[in-house]
């Protein structure tokens, strides 16, 4: 069984920075697409941006490219997401997705994704 477990939310202020984690377990993961979501409440699941677990390709919401980057360390099986100039439009829950048989085209989707984090708590105040 695949689990994910994401890490590193808070609280923090607006035009400050956080980093996010996503611990991955009980697969492999090589072939996989791996991506970040959040849900604010009374709103739906939102894509934030997602990644190829092997390779270097990303893509990035509207809302936040510029501001957030996705990354991983393989030899940990985490994947990460830094947010930079937050605004209190960005607070929400946080959920890491993989799906293990990704297209050729990066998954933006909820529905496409296998498997899914708790979720962690952003938080942006002014």
């Known amino acids: 069984q695949v689990q994910l477990v994401e890490s590193g939310g808070g609280l923090v202020q607006t035009g400050g920075s956080r980093r996010l984690s996503c611990a991955a377990s009980?697969?492999?993961?090589?072939?996989?697409?791996v991506g970040w979501f959040r849900q604010a409440p009374g709103k739906e699941r939102e894509f934030v941006a997602a990644t190829t677990y092997s390779g270097s390709s990303t893509y990035y919401a509207d809302s936040v490219k510029g501001r957030f980057t996705i990354s991983k360390d393989n030899g940990k099986n985490t994947v990460y997401l830094q947010m930079n100039s937050l605004k209190p439009e960005d607070t929400a829950v946080y959920y890491c997705?993989?799906?293990?048989?990704?297209?050729?085209?990066?998954?933006?989707?909820?529905?496409?994704?296998?498997?899914w984090g708790q979720g962690t708590q952003v938080t942006v105040s002014s």
């Open positions: 997705a993989a799906d293990d048989r990704p297209s050729v085209g990066l998954p933006r989707e909820p529905l496409e994704y296998d498997y």
């Open positions: 009980g697969g492999a993961f090589s072939s996989y697409a």
